[in-house]
């Protein structure tokens, strides 16, 4: 994008060209840091649901979960919502460092489980009381969480689940790199195929089995029209006993 030089007609005759090509050289490098200013604030408003970055690279909200974000927008709306919020997001944090003091195993998951029964309770009062807190998309917020409120506790009562959704994410982070570098399929077939394998390719990582070996194998069973082995680890081994009790 080019700029008229912003002199009048007598003062450009009266300036030596070397001036002109100098203020023509500094115009559009205010072009050019113009157009990064407007790069850098779309940057600004991305997060690991409108990019690909992953959730790791945010603040509070990088935890992962909705009802985190939900907490966040309380505080911003002010006032009684504020107040709300800034009580919830407290109680989140000690929730968060217990949990990385069971993830890093300085603190055992029952103990865990009972410390948060205080925390629970509190939350769920606070939630109740937000539904007629004064602010409408606080009281849905609130309403809508409550909803859902024994899966909002579900990493409490089951050990070995994550109060976040940060390893989906990081699971579906392959393939949205890749949608983004390859422009994805271009029909539903090809999109089935995709989706298929990043499937296969994630379970497979989460369980620490070799994906060659079995992509490999799956292909073998296929073309000799076998039973392919299940993604599942206890359905193999149900299959196992069985054929040793046969």
């Not at 450009?12 to 113009?34: D, K, M």
């Not at 919020?85 to 055992?108: C, N, P």
């Not at 070799?210 to 000799?224: G, M, P, W």
Request: positive net charge; hydrophobic residues 35%; contains cysteine.
């Amino acid at each position: 994008m080019n700029r008229e030089t912003p002199l009048l007609p007598e003062v450009r005759e009266r300036t030596p060209p070397e001036a002109q090509a100098y203020i023509r050289a500094l115009e559009a490098r205010v072009v050019a840091l113009e157009a990064t200013v407007q790069q850098l604030r779309k940057r600004l408003q991305q997060d690991s649901h409108t990019s690909s970055r992953p959730p790791s690279s945010e603040p509070l909200r990088a935890l992962g979960k909705r009802p985190l974000r939900d907490i966040e927008a309380m505080i911003e709306r002010g006032g009684q919502s504020q107040a709300l919020g800034e009580v919830l997001r407290t109680q989140t944090r000690q929730m968060f460092h217990w949990w990385y003091r069971v993830r890093d195993g300085t603190l055992s998951h029952a103990s865990f489980a009972s410390s948060m029964r205080a925390i629970r309770r509190a939350v769920e009062r606070l939630l109740e009381a937000g539904q007629t807190c004064g602010v409408p998309k606080t009281d849905g917020v609130c309403r809508e969480i409550l909803k859902r409120c024994q899966a909002l506790w579900t990493f409490v009562r089951h050990e070995g689940a994550e109060p976040t959704n940060n390893a989906a994410e990081r699971a579906i982070r392959p393939g949205v790199l890749w949608r983004e570098g390859r422009f994805g399929p271009h029909s539903a077939q090809r999109s089935c195929v995709v989706e298929t394998m990043m499937t296969v390719v994630a379970t497979l990582k989460q369980q620490h089995r070799n994906i060659l070996a079995y992509v490999t194998a799956a292909c073998d069973t296929a073309l000799h029209h076998e039973t392919t082995s299940s993604l599942i680890p206890i359905h193999d081994t149900l299959q196992h006993l069985r054929r040793a009790a046969a």
